[in-house]
């Protein structure tokens, strides 16, 4: 009986891999764009998929760099960088603009 | 000195938190004067001294490595609380300072390090813990690798025996509370808080955050990316514990078994879930040869 159960299961599951992957490159062929792009809006929602809102490629593009010359936000302890170029080796930046953490104050 | 003295005393200035105004620290962690550190590698300018040019990547890296990590993690920070965020950060940075090449990995230590340290999260620790997987969860979905998937013809070749692999991408979270709907709430704040021209609202940033109530009741999440953008979607106990048993390089038929494991799905109805999990599993592309074969 169990064995049974378990061969059920496994049908079951290999019956599911194959109907996905149906789904999915019949989505693939359906590309928009250039760049392939999947159009799998629909798909995705049915399958209870939620955006994150994390997925900004600007946010984590400046990551690694050194240099925050150009990139803005600049800002020191006293004047920031007012009237300067380039806060490049005047330290003190913070491209987002952020104030200092107040745990600094404590 | 030589080059190795004089990289350990810079990065040993560089990395100790700055004082209450921004500035650097007069002495060192092991009580020396860090103006006579700072005069022994570095030599004063026409502008300034040998503390003063030693202070300016001092406060460079506190700077940028607080901003990156409050940048990754909003919601954490809104959850316990600006104040008490940016004590948790100082703590965090001090303990785990930056060793990549990328402030990417800036946060990969913080949910093991938050766990051990419930002091800093205050009342909310459980839940803290909780926001704080699933946004390192995102960073890691967010630029993970990316394999192929099974194909027909793979798939036609599996038996209960076979091992599969799961994307590098997915990540697979247990939480204590379903925090997942909070922490889109918390990004979408976030993003509100920030205008087109980048500018925060500091007074709106940094007030307290009135939280919607948030049960604690077991939730199981994946984390993952379609198309370059990081989603996640609520599991089934049952279609984590065999995603997990699958992850750990357990036979299909054995990861099946994981899954209905003191499961309270009725026998009758197994074979139709299965289907269906594995069957959105395929359609997501979660489901790769195991690892090490093509």
């Known amino acids: ?106 | 000195m030589n080059l190795e003295a004089i990289q350990r005393a810079m990065a040993a200035a560089v990395l100790q938190p700055l004082t209450a105004n921004e500035g650097m620290r007069a002495k060192t962690v092991d009580g020396r004067a860090m103006a006579e550190v700072a005069a022994s590698f570095i030599a004063p300018n026409s502008r300034l001294n040998p503390f003063e040019r030693l202070e300016i990547y001092n406060r460079q890296y506190w700077l940028r490595v607080l901003g990156s990590l409050a940048e990754d993690f909003p919601a954490l920070r809104a959850v316990v609380g600006a104040a008490r965020f940016d004590a948790l950060a100082v703590a965090y940075l001090t303990e785990h300072p930056s060793r990549s090449f990328t402030l990417r990995n800036l946060g990969s230590k913080l949910v093991d390090w938050l766990k051990a340290h419930p002091e800093f999260a205050g009342r909310r620790h459980a839940l803290a813990m909780d926001v704080a997987r699933i946004e390192w969860a995102f960073v890691e979905s967010f630029d993970s690798a990316e394999r192929a998937p099974l194909t027909p013809a793979q798939i036609a070749a599996l038996d209960g025996s076979s091992r599969l692999g799961l994307q590098p991408h997915l990540h697979l979270m247990v939480l204590h509370y379903a925090a997942d709907e909070l922490v889109l709430d918390l990004h979408k704040r976030e993003k509100r808080l920030t205008s087109e021209a980048g500018v925060e609202h500091e007074e709106e940033e940094r007030a307290p955050v009135n939280l919607p109530k948030v049960r604690r009741r077991a939730t199981w999440l994946a984390a993952h990316r379609v198309d370059f953008s990081v989603y996640y979607r609520r599991l089934a106990r049952e279609e984590f514990l065999t995603l997990e048993a699958l992850r750990q390089a357990r036979s299909l038929g054995e990861a099946i078994d994981a899954g209905f494991a003191e499961s309270a799905i009725p026998e009758r109805r197994r074979a139709a879930c299965v289907q269906e999990w594995f069957g959105t599993w395929a359609e997501l592309g979660w489901i790769c040869a195991a690892d090490g074969e093509a």
């Open chain 1, 1 to 106: 009986m169990k064995n049974q159960i378990n061969a059920l299961l496994l049908s079951a599951a290999l019956a599911g891999l194959t109907g996905g992957t149906t789904v999915a490159a019949h989505a693939s062929t359906n590309v928009s764009g250039q760049n392939g792009v999947r159009t799998t809006s629909a798909s995705l929602l049915k399958a209870g998929l939620r955006y994150s809102g994390s997925a900004d490629t600007a946010k984590h593009s400046c990551k690694g760099k050194n240099d925050c010359k150009g990139q803005g936000g600049c800002k020191s302890s006293d004047n920031g960088c007012k009237g300067k170029n380039s806060c490049k080796g005047k330290g003190g930046c913070a491209t987002d603009g952020s104030p200092m953490p107040h745990a600094f104050l404590a």
